[in-house]
């Protein structure tokens, strides 16, 4: 059964940074595309970053280019996200998503960033 559970958000100040973690169960992460998605209060969810499956190329949003860096460990079957210089727009709840086929999102972890 696939499964993917987020961890590491929290309360941080505006310049800080926060490290992600994505644990997949049920399937190699290491096959598939994996992404990480956020979801501002009254707003849309949106791509944050990608990591495309073996060769590990990666894509950003431009509000978080520079800033994020997506990666995985494919001995643990974990994707991470390390968020640096953050911004009090970066507050969302933050969610994983393993690509298709069968799509699949992880339950999301809350980050806000506030003085």
């Known amino acids: 059964q696939v499964q993917l559970v987020e961890s590491g958000g929290g309360l941080m100040q505006p310049g800080g940074s926060l490290r992600l973690s994505c644990a997949a169960s049920g399937f190699s992460n290491s096959a598939y595309a994996m992404s990480w998605y956020r979801q501002a209060p009254g707003k849309e969810r949106e791509l944050v970053a990608t990591?495309?499956?073996?060769?590990?190329?990666?894509r950003y949003a431009d509000a978080v280019k520079g800033r994020f860096t997506i990666s995985r460990d494919n001995a643990k079957n974990t994707v991470y996200l390390q968020m640096n210089s953050l911004k009090p727009e970066d507050t969302a709840v933050y969610y994983c998503k393993k690509g298709t086929p069968n799509a699949s999102w992880g339950q999301g972890t809350q980050v806000t960033v506030s003085s």
């Open positions: 990591i495309s499956s073996y060769s590990s190329s990666t």
